[in-house]
């Protein structure tokens, strides 16, 4: 089946720690996006890549980088991880970016910091 | 500002009984609306997505309902089931910077 995959599901790393998470997808989507969930809050969207073009959002901070190695994965890193960033992290893709498309979420990866 | 508010924000109801959960929106110029259900611990999943030109749309036992000129929408759930647990979240599309707009969500709780 077609799907947004995720690794790992959960993942514990150390303060300051770099860390790095993983998606993939084989709907072979042009749009692969990153967002931020906190406990009881509205997923947060970080940045998006249209095919290989990176586009950051204004208010997310610079620890926060993404790589895009092929249209099939996607990686969120982490650069030095503080207790503020323990969240639920969801991996999405759309086949394009218009308004139309649909966004397909993948399972998520739980960040504890320690 | 672009805005999404749902309610109630957590709902109990028992097994076999219906619910309608709401949303409000402000966001503008608006796109699409969307539900979307989220198992704890787990990524999203649409449930239905509604243009302007749309009032009603089911997916099998979930109803969602779109008044664009109260800048409304409803999510009726029938015949509940222990599955339909779950927060369920409003979701808004903006067409100008074509970005979705989340709400807070309901959190659903179905009990046996």
């Known amino acids: 089946d077609a799907m947004v995959i995720q690794n790992p599901r959960y993942q514990v790393t150390q303060f300051g720690k770099p860390v790095t998470l993983s998606c993939s997808q084989t709907?072979?989507?042009?749009?692969m996006y990153w967002y931020q969930q906190k406990s009881s809050q509205a997923p947060k969207l970080l940045f998006h890549?249209?095919?290989?073009?990176?586009?950051n959002e204004a208010d997310t901070p610079d620890n926060f980088q993404s790589r895009r190695p092929n249209t099939s994965f996607c990686f969120l890193d982490i650069r030095s991880p503080g207790l503020g960033d323990a969240a639920m992290y969801l991996c999405a893709t759309s086949r394009d970016r218009g308004s139309i498309y649909e966004q397909y979420f993948g399972p998520g990866t739980r960040l504890t910091v320690t | 500002k672009n805005q999404v508010e749902q309610s109630p924000q957590s709902l109990i109801i028992l097994e076999g009984k219906n619910c309608t959960l709401q949303?409000?929106?402000?966001?503008?110029?608006?796109?699409?609306l969307r539900w979307y259900k989220q198992d704890t611990g787990r990524g999203p999943v649409s449930l239905t997505i509604m243009t302007f030109s749309e009032n009603t749309k089911s997916n099998g036992r979930y109803t969602a309902t779109l008044d664009a000129d109260t800048k409304q929408s409803s999510l009726h759930i029938t015949a509940s089931q222990l599955s339909d647990s779950a927060s369920y979240i409003c979701v808004v599309m903006n067409t100008g910077f074509q970005k979705l707009v989340f709400g807070t969500g309901t959190r659903l709780l179905v009990s046996p």
């Open positions: 890549y249209y095919d290989k073009d990176f586009n």
């Open positions: 709907l072979n989507h042009n749009v």
């Open positions: 949303c409000n929106y402000t966001v503008s110029p608006f796109s699409n």
